[in-house]
Nanobody
Framework: VQLQASGGGLVQAGGSLRLSCAASGRTFSSYVMGWFRQAPGKEREFVAAISWNGARTHSSDSAKGRFTISRDNAKNTVYLQMNSLKPEDTAIYYC????????????????WGQGTQVTVSS
């Protein structure tokens, strides 16, 4: 599986962005997918995850109420809609395939995409 994240950019605080993660491979629809982010000098942290059919999602406390993860298996794409953005959301955002263990740990994921930069100005 190869993942390509896109949709990042520079936005003012309070603004919105929608990130996309396009996957290659015919088995995309069977995977649990996740979004993580990593700010300079910080560890990679969990943002959200979604089950193979989109019926279940998990979000970090910082994402709840502001970010929504979704997927379109027909397009082999997972999305992260980010609203009410804050300067502390500034980071590189990565998508990845969940292989096992904890949804909240990057160790449970593989096939990381290259990431997309999100910068929120105050």
């Amino acid at each position: 599986v190869q993942l390509q994240a896109s949709g990042g950019g520079l936005v003012q605080a309070g603004g919105s962005l929608r990130l996309s993660c396009a996957a290659s491979g015919r088995t995309f629809s069977s995977y649990v997918m996740g979004w993580f982010r990593q700010a300079p000098g910080k560890e990679r942290e969990f943002v959200a995850a979604i089950s193979w059919n989109g019926a279940r999602t998990h979000s970090s406390d910082s994402a709840k109420g502001r970010f929504t993860i979704s997927r379109d298996n027909a397009k082999n794409t997972v999305y992260l809609q980010m609203n009410s953005l804050k300067p502390e959301d500034t980071a590189i955002y990565y998508c990845a395939v969940f292989l096992g263990g904890s949804y909240y740990s990057p160790g449970g994921y593989d096939y990381w995409g290259q990431g997309t930069q999100v910068t929120v100005s105050s």
